[in-house]
């Protein structure tokens, strides 16, 4: 379950990450026609579990209305001097996004998913290490990245992972509009 990403937001973001990539030869990264912003990693799901979500899911989003959302500043995960994934920061529609979060979180609870114990850090991830030795090192002026294009979400996409040798493939199998988008 994803926050999809506008192409112009995308494009964008793809300079400065352009910009960044020759500090980074040990890292992979992902195609920017795979970025998002990841809300649930639900792992492999039976058609059944995609079926209660396509059916369930519209209820839950009922009351949600669209909110704003930009990218702003870079880092990397888990810390500085284990780096294992290059993000980009998510700002905008923050309360609204964490609050879109906690109904899925609730309602995929009552699903019988599994849900992350971590605090939510809304990203968008980049790259991902190639190995354990891997390095990376922002400078202070890259850090400052913001993107000039605001997105307006009005819908979570659920997305099918395939992964292959060139990186995981991402296609959407349902989207999920916010009700409340007829009324903005």
């Keep these: 379950m ?6 112009s937001l995308k494009q964008e973001a793809r300079i400065f990450v352009d910009s960044i990539r020759d500090q980074s030869p040990g890292f992979r990264f992902i195609d920017v026609a795979n970025w998002h912003l990841t809300l649930h990693f639900l792992g492999q799901i039976p058609q059944a ?4 979500l396509q059916e369930r899911l519209p209820d ?8 704003p959302l930009y990218l702003e500043g870079a880092g990397v995960f888990p810390s500085a001097q284990r780096p294992r994934i290059l993000w980009l920061g998510v700002q905008g529609g923050i309360p609204e996004l964490i609050q879109i979060k906690g109904k899925l979180d609730q309602a995929l609870r009552k699903m019988h998913f ?3 114990n971590r605090e939510f850090q809304p990203h968008v991830t980049i790259a991902r290490a190639k190995d354990k030795q891997s390095s990376f090192h922002l400078l202070p002026e890259k850090c400052s990245f913001k993107t000039k294009t605001i997105d307006q979400v009005r819908q979570i996409t659920l997305f099918k992972s395939e ?4 990186g995981a493939q ?5 989207a999920f509009p916010f009700s409340a988008s007829a009324n903005v």
Aim: proline share 7%; glycine share 0%.
């Design 2 to 7: 994803a926050v999809e990403l506008s192409e």
């Design 163 to 166: 992964l292959f040798l060139k």
């Design 170 to 174: 991402h296609t959407p199998l349902a």
């Design 114 to 116: 599994s849900i992350e």
């Design 60 to 67: 839950v989003l009922k009351d949600s209305r669209p909110f």
């Design 49 to 52: 579990k995609i079926d209660t």
